[in-house]
């Protein structure tokens, strides 16, 4: 049976997930055991620019967990290693006997495809996984924070061929388990306008009498 999808517009980190997911704030976890992956999708699109999104990772069991941009639209209830999701999804993938950095069912960074020195580090309890992201070349890496290191470390090669508007995503296998994002994934301007009341034409207003007060 496939988990009913709906979304949380008024979350600033995730705009929609599987409803096999419980949101609070930057935080998602799997609430209920099934044999479906659940996918949440991030509220901040990103179209152009360098950015850095840090995922918290808690895996309570070995079960499977991707990091990375995905398109908005992408299915919330299957994974992200499979062959229609191609150019959909970008990610780590650190959970299995063969790790790699991944568009869709591709493998495009690992050993297997480049060698020893492309080999890409598995994911450990504890460790947090930062995804850069250039939209302007098209192109994300990753970035690895293991607690007994106490520092970041690269990950080698990187992702290309990346067209927007993407978003942070992530897909949980096992009940349990988590991921929070930091704050660069928060949707800022405008989910906050909307909190005050205050829309685009009241800033405009606000602009201008702030204007006329400093001519008088």
């Given amino acids: 049976m496939v988990a009913e999808s709906r979304s ?10 599987s409803s096999t997911l419980k949101v609070t704030g930057p935080n998602v976890m799997k609430m209920k055991e099934t044999s479906e992956f659940s996918v949440a999708l991030g509220t901040k699109e990103f ?4 950015h850095e999104v840090e995922f918290s990772i808690n895996r309570v069991n070995d079960g ?14 299957q994974t992200f290693c499979r062959k229609d999701a191609n150019n959909k999804v970008w990610y780590y993938f650190g959970c299995g ?3 790699a950095l991944r568009n869709g069912w591709k493998d495009v960074v690992s050993k297997e495809t ?5 080999k890409i580090p598995k994911l450990l309890p504890g ?3 930062k995804a850069m992201l250039d939209m302007d070349a098209c192109s994300l890496s990753f970035s690895l924070f293991r607690a007994e290191e106490g520092a970041w470390r690269d990950m080698p090669g990187q992702i290309d061929g990346i067209r927007g508007p993407v978003v942070a995503a992530c ?4 009940r349990g388990d988590s991921v929070a994002v930091g704050e660069s994934a928060r949707q800022v301007a405008d989910a906050d306008a ?17 204007s006329r007060r400093a001519d008088d």
């Fill in 64 to 77: 499977y967990i991707y990091v990375g941009f995905a398109v908005p639209t992408l299915g919330l209830d």
């Fill in 114 to 118: 480049g060698g020893s020195d492309m």
């Fill in 47 to 50: 179209s152009s620019g360098q």
């Fill in 8 to 17: 949380e517009s008024g979350n600033m980190f995730w705009r929609s997930y």
């Fill in 194 to 210: 909307r909190k005050k009341g205050v829309t685009g034409a009241d800033r405009f207003q606000g602009k201008i009498a702030s």
């Fill in 127 to 129: 460790d947090k996984v």
């Fill in 171 to 174: 897909c949980i296998q096992e």
């Fill in 97 to 99: 006997y063969t790790n």
